[in-house]
């Protein structure tokens, strides 16, 4: 079985400060993770996907997750965050191996303030 | 463009009625699905399909129906339209490499109110 947990359903940052959003994950086999990002009234859109290559994963607009195996963690963070980072934020866990079926978090309502 | 196609993008039903929401995707992609998205609820699945002729229920299956008949289109089809299905609902494909799904592209949404 497979589950993932995100630890915030909001966090509030300023523009410009660092912006963290935490995902831990269960699963009995190598998973593949992904963060999407939802702005308002839209659809959701990759951010980065960790699929067993390197540990640290790049996305895109500046965001990055490392793959922590011992915490079974999976964090998103930006080292400055812009007003248009204003949004929803969903952590994504599939199995390898037969199942495609991914397992969203709840998501994290990301806002930022001038 | 490729992607991921939903249409409508809105719609109103009246209780007891049925209709299709079309899914269509150009990418060659193995595995599709659908959800719905309430507030506070995150996303749920729906119904999935891992190849044309393949369908399989996902966490929340009753009510809805869905075929796989090409590897480009997979419709949802509401048998009897009830309020509690009002919701935004997604199409998502994800082509699958050496067991591992490489990101899933979704729709825009198709927001349904059902009255």
């Known amino acids: 079985a497979q589950s993932v947990t995100q630890l915030d359903s909001h966090v509030s940052v300023s523009e410009g400060t660092p912006v963290l959003l935490r995902c831990n994950y269960s699963?009995?086999?190598?998973?593949?993770l992904f963060w999407y990002v939802q702005h308002p009234n839209k659809g959701l859109q990759l951010l980065l996907k960790?699929?067993?290559?390197?540990?640290l994963v790049k996305g895109i607009n500046g965001f990055e997750a490392e793959f922590k195996k011992s915490e079974t963690s999976f964090h998103l963070t930006k080292p400055s965050a812009h007003m248009s980072d204003a949004a929803e934020y969903f952590c994504v866990v599939t199995l390898s191996g037969g199942s495609y079926i991914p397992t969203f978090g709840r998501g994290t309502s990301l806002i930022v303030h001038p | 463009n490729a992607g991921v196609t939903q249409t409508p993008k809105f719609q109103v039903l009246k209780t007891g009625q049925s209709m299709t929401l079309q899914c269509a995707q150009d990418m060659n992609h193995e595995y599709m699905s659908w959800y719905r998205q309430d507030p506070g609820m995150g996303l749920r699945l729906i119904h999935y399909s891992v190849g044309a002729g393949i369908t399989d229920q996902g966490e929340v299956p009753n009510g809805y129906n869905v075929s796989r008949s090409t590897t480009e289109d997979f419709p949802l089809r509401l048998l009897s339209a009830a309020p509690s299905q009002t919701s935004v609902y997604f199409c998502a494909s994800s082509y699958v490499d050496r067991g591992r799904p490489y990101g899933y592209t979704f729709g825009s949404g198709t927001r349904l109110t059902v009255v």
């Open positions: 960790y699929t067993s290559a390197a540990t």
């Open positions: 699963s009995s086999y190598s998973p593949s």
